[in-house]
């Protein structure tokens, strides 16, 4: 894969085609960058008659944003091919903890930058990064990648005090954050608190809902294969009382619901959780392949679309998928639904994913955006060039970013 890290110095880009993802694909079009920003996208021939500065032709690719994964947990990439799908969630998870405690901080961690590295092949360009440990944010500071790294936070008792997560944290191209894990394993008042405090900073929210049917089940009545999960491992509390409701629901009456709650998974939605989503404006991630791993079921994307919803993507662990790549989750939601759009893929992958994480400078080629993006080589000829890519192979041939 070839690199071209850009200083201040204008440069122009050009290639096959352009997918500025808030336009129309341009063919034979090119990329202005002059001061570490995009200056002009357009066509090619009108852009070398105004532009000064070097051209860097890239021949018969697709020229694209680098991608956006929202939901990646590296700390579990250590995990690869050691776990098999079981045909229930919470064993799944049990084998999970169970395999999790037998590797070495030192194994982690080499498993975790075998991944970032994987990602930036893959042209990855910004991540949200989800961790139990911290373990990871010495290699993502470290990292050529814009990172919203999620401090997770489990505690179905609700006996965490937040200032002990939120000590000693450089603002650099790591944005840090607070995430609960999950609506059966954070305690109601805790989900609040940690609502409150990335409302506060300003800073995405992001926790996992409506995953499974086990979690629809211990919400509703308060029983079920989570509810001993809690027990045996000393988290439930014992006066809880189930809500009675959905997931979402729950959430939504919980009042941390809005443009800023990263809603992971949401794969066991009712079209009344639906209508609740798109009031809130929330933001879906959803994660395909895990949902396929995992025997979940698949998110319903066309009924988000047609809630007004902006989904994104993510890989979610290598303890639950084989690859970190973005292009691979599209792939498996196209062909889960082959009728929609093209372009809706490209955008869930790169727009809507820079959106979600709260990044504005992200996601697109456009004029002030920063030149974050990947050559994408593949199938481009015929009257649909966004479809022959996402049915064919393809391959990240090269990358262009700038160095400061």
Not at 39 to 59: I, K, Q
Not at 167 to 175: A, D, E, F, H, Y
Not at 176 to 197: C, D, E, F, N, R
Request: aromatic content about 8%; some cysteine; charged content about 25%.
């Amino acid at each position: 894969m070839e690199e071209y890290p850009v200083s201040r110095e204008p440069v122009l880009f050009r290639a096959r085609l352009i997918l500025p993802m808030k336009g129309p694909p341009l063919e034979n079009g090119a990329v202005g960058v002059k001061g570490g920003r995009i200056a002009a996208v357009g066509p090619y021939l009108a852009l070398r008659r105004e532009f000064s500065g070097r051209t860097v032709d890239l021949g018969e690719v697709a020229l694209l944003p680098a991608l956006a994964n929202v939901h990646t947990h590296l700390e579990l990439s250590v995990m690869r091919f050691r776990l098999t799908p079981t045909g229930s969630f919470v064993a799944w998870v049990k084998a999970l903890i169970r395999q999790r405690a037998e590797f070495s901080l030192e194994e982690v961690r080499k498993a975790a930058g075998e991944a970032l590295r994987e990602l930036w092949r893959e042209g990855v360009g910004l991540l949200g990064e989800v961790g139990n440990t911290g373990l990871t944010l010495g290699l993502l500071h470290e990292a050529p990648f814009f990172t919203v790294y999620f401090r997770e936070i489990i505690d179905f008792r609700g006996t965490a005090e937040l200032k002990d997560f939120l000590k000693g944290l450089p603002q650099t191209r790591v944005i840090y954050a607070l995430s609960p894990h999950a609506p059966y394993t954070v305690s109601p008042v805790l989900i609040q608190a940690i609502k409150s405090w990335t409302r506060r900073k300003g800073r995405p929210f992001s926790i996992h809902v409506a995953e499974s049917p086990e979690e629809t089940l211990f919400l509703q009545d308060g029983s079920g294969p989570i509810r001993l999960l809690l027990e045996e491992r000393g988290q439930f509390q014992p006066g809880f009382r189930a809500p009675g409701l959905t997931p979402v629901a729950y959430l939504d009456r919980l009042g941390v619901l809005d443009e800023r709650t990263i809603c992971v998974h949401v794969v066991q939605v009712s079209p009344q959780d639906i209508e609740i989503l798109a009031r809130r404006r929330a933001r879906p991630c959803l994660c395909p392949r895990s949902n396929i791993f995992l025997g979940v079921g698949l998110p319903p994307l066309p009924d988000l679309l047609q809630a007004g919803l902006r989904p994104c993507l993510g890989t979610d662990s290598l303890a639950s998928n084989d690859r970190l790549s973005i292009l691979a989750e599209m792939e498996a939601l196209y062909h889960a639904y082959p009728s929609l759009p093209p372009e809706i893929y490209f955008l869930m992958g790169t727009l809507w994913g820079a959106e979600a994480l709260g990044r504005t400078d992200l996601g697109a080629l456009a004029e002030g955006f920063r030149p974050e993006m990947i050559a994408l080589s593949g199938p481009l000829g015929g009257r649909d060039p966004l479809r022959n890519l996402l049915e064919g192979p393809k391959k990240v041939e090269a990358r262009i970013y700038a160095e400061f």
